[in-house]
């Protein structure tokens, strides 16, 4: 039966009879401080799109749910009190399947979380103040004779139990909003969520701690490594200013562990029989991070018989969590290991009790193995996996399907291969986003109706504007105008020079890479700076080789950059501006190397450029090459490579900030990194950033009143002025933050400014600036596509799917080379210099045009954008192990948590060794 189609004019009729720049009834009201939107943009050439929600309406008035606590806990009291969520969910099936009369209506409405709540349309029958149930869990087709597995739930009201779902809807049209009515609307599309969850969950298996991801091993693909990628879908039920909410479906991938014997699978892992080992995967700024691991699968005459140290760390890294069943026994019971132990099977002994009179004695798991079930171990010098207090050899574990690989231990390889299968286009991305739609099948889901719930069956028809891009500028006041959101630079010079470059050096770390290749790729290089308008005073610097690998895996590194450091000095007398790295391949671990050591390990911190061998070397595409390099290098010496004309007061100041975290490895929990980059002159054209370590998986910028003080002193030292506005972009703030998080930043920003003494108070404006979103617009004619089929750079969207309350809009300023184009979501949570929605929007626009390392618009305001790249940078030597900034653990006051040491002023004390090193963009 097909979905029911909600009819359009339905959707439409909110914004009938309303202004262009007007916003709907209600809207005048704020959320949680936040300003209200101060209307609609109306620039821009308007286009039709559509996109991946899905409007949702209730059947009927007065619709409500109970909500409802459950407390499961096994009958026989355990230590470990906590139980797994799949656990949780068998033992609650059971309670459903063995329910009667009401409490089973009930209980068969009902969505459960899987941990402590569940909501229903039916109330549930109570005796008193609650109800206790016990049941034995089936397992292995056994039914429980003893108490060992049998669950006691009990089951109450929770605090406000009822539910108005009514609320979400009255949202939704912008209706006034107290802190009740918001609260209760909040929680019912939590509870909605938590009910889209129920079906899915039960056919595909769910992946991630939001619970919005589902995949399926359909088909798969194997990646290298030991690696599989799974394709899958996300869906979560949303509020939007049209009047009615609307669930929001996207594609997903991931990868994971290959399912499979463990002794087969651990040998891909550790890429025996593959090259050497490739770094983890990298963020923005296009290179690798941690990792480790290799590429490709093993060869037959590989098979693993013992691991080193390092191989079990890698293991551990990958496994940790992972879920498996045994094979020496008959069981259906799946387990989750705890660790690769660090000893072998036959290394591993324990005391086993005797029998009939017989003493206790001590025996390995691999002779117990023998005698217990008769099953010689074959490979008694590889580890064991353990679960709980359990030991089991690697050749009897099994892999299940869909172990997730921690992002930070995904291969450069992998993560090619993962782009290759996930970037399609924007055609082939929405049929795949309605073929999900159309199998999720909504419309014949019990749970569904039993809420009084339907979901359209077609995605939003939305209104968009295109932007006009700025002109570019360059010296001489030479304007270029984009197309498609590119533009070429030939025949232009760069709008400022910086420093003249005189002290510096190249080194190969490619053998096959030798001097007289450095000099011929010195020689035109220099010519091609010259030629963009970036002085060389010195066109000959001292080119060498250097094995990387001298002394053991990237070893070499350290006496390399240290004899460029002494040769730059040497023929100059003057500290090194830059070193010139020429690698081997695109090696990640060889270029974390490189920049931990440049940044930590010198004298002094220094910049470094890497090349890559094959591109210096080869005729072909050397010249836009070379040109592309020249922006970094240009910017790298202080210089400016071209501007754009926002109409930005030389009185305001601009920030970008960002935090970046931790890699999940068990332990103790590194520090994050909070970074802050702000304009140092009134054009805003020319960046500092600063950056601090900060307790980790902390999101909220804990030093940011220094950080601005400072930012603020350096604007003043060089314009005479204070700043009289501030535009401050955040990035990677989630949306349960955004409160939170304007409270205490926009604070800390305002604190800054009274410590300056007078009456200074800078007007601020807040802006949020969403990555990790799941919205996407495709294009409802083909003339609004671009030859990829994307959406023209510039495209807005700022009603229908946008919040019905707060100022936000979707931008995409960037053309998508490559598969669907995500817009950037950016939230106003504070404007005190009461920017209008074109206002805004058309500046946020022409500043995307103005990256300093591209002659294409970029996909985030580039302020905001360099804040992300120096916290990606900083990860290069932050997270190294041998890094200096983390020293021993120990437990914060009142924490739980165990965090590692740290100097939150390292970073920064470190660049003052060389002032001239933050004074420019060493993170391009």
């Known amino acids: 039966m097909a979905p029911k189609v909600l009819p359009q004019a339905d959707v439409a009729s909110t914004f009938a009879g309303l202004s262009a720049g007007d916003p709907p009834r209600g809207m005048q009201e704020t959320l949680d401080g936040c300003p209200p939107r101060p209307g609609f943009g109306t620039a821009g050439n308007k286009i039709n799109v559509q996109a991946n929600m899905f409007m949702a309406r209730f059947n009927g008035q007065g619709k409500t749910v109970y909500h409802y606590d459950i407390d499961i806990n096994s009958v026989v009291k355990t230590k470990d009190t906590k139980k797994p969520r799949p656990l949780l969910q068998k033992i609650w099936n059971q309670i459903v399947q063995e329910a009667t009369g009401d409490l089973k209506a009930s209980l068969e409405a009902a969505a459960y979380d899987q941990q402590k709540s569940f909501y229903t349309p039916i109330p549930v029958p109570l005796n008193g103040d609650k109800l206790e149930v016990v049941v034995g869990l089936i397992e292995d087709g056994v039914v429980p004779t003893d108490d060992k597995r049998k669950f006691k739930a009990v ?16 949202y939704c049209k912008g209706d006034a909003q107290t802190e009740q009515t918001r609260d209760i609307m909040l929680r019912a599309i939590m509870a909605i969520n938590v009910l889209f969850r129920q079906d899915p969950a039960a056919r595909f298996t769910m992946s991630g701690a939001a ?217 082939m991305r929405q049929a795949a986003i309605s073929a999900w739609r159309q199998k999720l099948n909504y419309s014949n889901l019990p749970k569904l109706k039993a809420w009084g719930l339907e979901v359209q069956g077609q995605m939003m028809n939305v209104q968009a504007r295109v932007l006009s891009p700025p002109a570019i500028m360059y010296d001489g006041n030479r304007s270029l105008r984009a197309n498609f959101g590119g533009w070429n630079m030939k025949g232009v010079k760069f709008t400022q020079s910086g420093k003249p470059l005189t002290s510096w050096a190249v080194v190969s770390f490619d053998q096959r890479c030798t001097v007289p290749d450095l000099q011929k790729f010195v020689t035109y290089f220099a010519n091609v700076l010259s030629q963009y ?188 002025a204070k700043p009289l506005s501030v535009l401050f972009f955040r990035d990677g703030v989630s949306e349960g933050q955004y409160a939170h998080c304007v409270n205490l930043e926009l604070k800390s920003i305002k604190m800054a400014a009274q410590r300056f003494g007078g009456n200074y108070n800078p007007k601020v404006t807040f802006v949020i600036c969403a990555k990790r979103h799941s919205m996407r617009f495709f294009a409802a004619s083909d003339n609004d596509k671009d030859r990829t089929g994307n959406l023209p750079p510039g495209t807005v969207v700022d009603s229908m799917v946008t919040s019905p309350v707060i100022h936000d809009f979707y931008l995409q300023a960037h053309a998508g080379l490559q598969g669907t184009a995500r817009p950037t979501h950016y939230v106003v949570v504070a404007d005190e210099n009461g920017f209008t929605a074109d206002k805004l929007q058309g500046l946020v626009n022409t500043l995307c045009y103005s990256y300093a390392r591209a002659t294409r618009s970029v996909s985030l305001v580039p302020v905001a954008y360099y804040a992300d790249i120096c916290g990606e940078k900083a990860r290069e030597w932050i997270y190294n192990d041998d890094s200096e900034t983390l020293t021993m653990p120990s437990t914060a006051s009142g924490s739980k948590m165990e965090q590692l040491t740290f100097d939150s002023l390292r970073v920064s004390r470190r660049f003052e060794t060389n002032p001239e090193f933050n004074n420019v963009a060493w993170y391009m």
């Open 155 to 170: 089951i109450q009201a929770a605090d406000n139990i009822k539910i108005d779902l009514d609320s979400i809807v009255d």
């Open 211 to 427: 619970g919005r991801k589902f995949f399926t091993d359909e088909g798969a693909v194997e990646l290298s490594g030991g690696a599989v990628l799974y394709k899958g879908f996300q869906q979560s039920f949303r509020w939007t200013s049209a009047g009615y909410p609307a669930v929001q479906i996207d594609t997903a991938y991931s990868a994971f562990v290959k399912p499979g014997m463990l002794i087969d699978v651990a040998p891909e892992l550790l890429g025996m029989g593959g090259p050497t080992p490739m770094g983890g995967r990298g963020g923005r700024g296009g290179r690798g991070g941690r990792g480790g691991g290799f590429s490709a699968p093993p060869s037959a005459s590989r098979a693993i018989h013992e691991l080193s140290p390092i191989q079990t760390k890698r293991l551990n890294d990958i496994l940790r969590g992972a879920k498996f069943t045994v094979t020496h026994r008959q069981t259906e019971r799946v387990f989750a290991i705890l660790k690769i132990t660090s000893q072998p099977a036959d290394s591993i002994k324990f005391t086993l009790n005797g029998k009939d009179g017989q003493p206790d004695r001590t025996v390995s798991v691999a002779a117990y193995f023998q005698e217990q079930y008769n099953i010689r171990v074959n490979r008694p010098r590889l580890p064991c996996v353990q679960y709980g207090k359990n030991f089991i050899p690697m050749e009897f574990v099994k892999l299940e399907p869909f172990n997730s690989i921690p992002m930070i231990r995904i291969t450069a390889d992998q993560t090619a291969e993962i782009i290759k299968e996930a970037a399609k286009p924007p055609p």
């Open 533 to 720: 308008g970036c002085p060389v005073q010195n066109k000959r610097p001292v080119c060498f080789q250097y094995n990387p690998n001298a002394g053991g895996p990237n070893m070499g590194i350290k006496p390399a950059l240290q004899q460029a450091a002494k040769n730059a000095y040497t023929e100059t007398k003057s500290d090194p501006q830059i070193i010139f790295c020429i690698l081997p391949k695109k090696d990640p671990s060889i270029y974390q190397a490189i920049k931990s050591v440049a940044a930590e390990q010198l004298f002094k911190p220094v910049v470094t450029q890497c090349l890559q061998s094959l591109k210096i070397k080869s005729d072909r595409g050397i010249e836009q090459y070379c040109g592309n390099v020249a922006m970094k290098v240009h910017s790298k010496l202080g210089g400016l490579t071209h501007q754009v004309q926002h109409k930005i007061e030389k009185t305001t100041m601009m920030i970008g900030a960002d935090t970046t975290h931790p890699p999940s490895r068990g332990g103790a929990m590194p520090p994050s990194i909070a970074v802050t980059v702000a304009a140092v002159n009134g054009n805003n054209n020319a960046f500092s950033p600063s950056i601090r370590l900060q307790e980790g998986r902390v999101e909220i910028i804990q030093d940011l009143e220094n950080m601005v003080y400072n930012h603020i002193q350096t604007f003043e030292k060089n314009t005479g």
